[in-house]
């Protein structure tokens, strides 16, 4: 598995989680993985969009 097809499959997990409250057992079931495993996949895939959404201009600061 390539890691686009890897992060698209972890996107699906997350929206499925998020947006449709699908629990983590019904989407391993999907994706013929345990619910740590879904669990693991879904948390990591959120830790990438904190840290994206993290990086952003304070409006504070003066730039050097």
Same mark, same amino acid.
């Given at each position: $598995? !390539? @890691?686009?097809?890897? @992060? &698209? =499959?972890?996107? @699906? $997990?997350? /929206? $499925?989680?998020? #947006?449709?409250? *699908? %629990?983590? %057992?019904?989407? +391993?079931?999907?994706? +013929?993985? %345990? &619910?740590? =495993?879904? *669990? /693991?996949?879904? #948390? &990591?895939?959120?830790? +990438?969009?904190? @840290?994206? /959404?993290?990086? *952003? %201009? !304070?409006?504070? *600061?003066?730039?050097?």
């Amino acid at each position: $598995m !390539s @890691d686009l097809d890897y @992060d &698209k =499959r972890a996107k @699906d $997990m997350y /929206q $499925m989680h998020v #947006n449709e409250y *699908r %629990t983590l %057992t019904a989407i +391993g079931k999907r994706y +013929g993985l %345990t &619910k740590e =495993r879904v *669990r /693991q996949i879904v #948390n &990591k895939y959120k830790e +990438g969009l904190v @840290d994206v /959404q993290d990086i *952003r %201009t !304070s409006g504070d *600061r003066e730039d050097h």
